[in-house]
């Protein structure tokens, strides 16, 4: 809240440009990207912008298809906690910065992902310990 009051009213994106069903394929795309930015971190950039059309494209609207192979991984892996414990403290951290409430002209924000990829990393090194 106090980031959005401290962005000035043109920082923050309207629902007219980005309607909020383009929103969620903005949220499942970035929290594809962060994962995939874990493991291979290129292009790193201060500004990713948001797509300069309506028209979201291919990685965008397939992004959708990749959270549910993760879903239905962990569901199925559901057991083991470890797994579940790691990719909740992932998502639930990353959920601040998916853009569902635009603030800025960037799609991804990697300066921010440095605590959720404390899942992502608590989950590898207890894997290579074992």
Known sequence: MITIKLQSKTAIASLDFYPLWSRFFFATYTSMMYII????????????????????????????????????????????????????????NLALVLQ???IGGTLLAERYTYVPYIGICFFIGFMLDK
């Open 100 to 102: 569902i409430v635009s």
């Open 37 to 92: 930015r874990f493991f291979v971190p290129y292009p790193l950039s201060t500004f990713h912008p948001f797509p300069a059309t309506k028209t979201l494209g291919w990685p965008i609207m397939l992004s959708p298809l990749f959270m549910l192979a993760l879903l239905a991984l962990v569901w199925f892996k559901r057991k083991d906690k470890l797994l579940v414990f790691s990719f909740f403290f992932f998502i639930i």
